[in-house]
């Protein structure tokens, strides 16, 4: 049973390159998140998809690009990455986005030279 | 403005006592809240969670309260044993239309033998 799965686990960056992340889910959830987590920031919450065909931005968005591929998939693009981007990137998923526990993935470790 | 916090940033315990872990939030709007435990190198797993029409729900070794009167949230663990050494966040929603969830800062629970 995967749940969420994230690709890749780790990645090192030059600044100005771009990167997508990927992630699925095999749940069958409507809603999924794109969360960064810095030491001492907890999650801050970069863009989420209610549905299928919607996305909207979350706290930290700056930067950063997302695709909802379909109901399983739910891609963050940086098109040019900066050092402050370095971070750990969460990926989640619920049956809803109200009122529903979220489910992880395991994290993409990114760093930016 | 909304904000999930916890009051201590870390907690140790020895094994096999009971430990409880704190968090305050500021939207009395808020209707539903979620722990999820976090270990080294992993996502935020869920551990329990409760919705604020009830004060107290009880998981297996874990138990939630919620005092809706000074917005306060509560994880109590029961026998904690070295396993549960890990970071503990709070989180909250509004249950507004859309919303996705808010996340504390986490408390790291370190568990001695």
């Known amino acids: 049973n995967a749940g969420v799965t994230q690709t890749p686990k780790f990645q090192v960056l030059k600044t100005g390159q771009s990167m997508t992340l990927q992630c699925a889910q095999d749940m069958n959830h409507n809603s999924m998140y794109w969360y960064r987590q810095d030491p001492g920031m907890g999650l801050r919450l970069i863009y989420y998809?209610?549905?299928?065909?919607?996305?909207d931005k979350g706290e930290v968005p700056n930067g950063y690009n997302v695709s909802r591929l379909n109901k399983r998939e739910f891609s963050l693009r940086l098109e040019s990455a900066a050092p402050s981007q370095t971070s750990v990137y969460f990926c989640?998923?619920?049956?809803?986005?109200?009122?529903?526990?979220?489910?992880f993935g395991d994290g993409t470790r990114l760093s930016i030279l | 403005g909304e904000s999930v916090g916890l009051h201590l940033p870390t907690l140790s315990v020895q094994e096999g006592d009971n430990s409880i872990i704190n968090c305050a939030y500021s939207n009395s709007a808020s209707d539903y809240f979620i722990w999820y435990k976090q270990e080294s190198g992993k996502g935020p797993q869920f551990i329990i969670d409760?919705?604020?029409?009830?004060d107290k729900r009880q998981g297996q070794r874990v138990t939630v309260l919620l005092n809706k009167t000074v917005k306060h949230l509560s994880l109590q663990i029961a026998a904690t044993q070295p396993g549960d050494s890990a970071v503990y966040f709070c989180?909250?929603?509004?249950?507004?239309?859309?919303?996705?969830?808010?996340f504390g800062k986490g408390t790291t629970l370190s568990v001695s033998s």
């Open positions: 409760i919705r604020s029409n009830m």
């Open positions: 998809s209610a549905s299928e065909g919607t996305t």
């Open positions: 989640a998923s619920s049956r809803q986005v109200s009122n529903q526990p979220q489910h």
């Open positions: 989180a909250e929603n509004t249950g507004q239309a859309g919303t996705a969830l808010i």
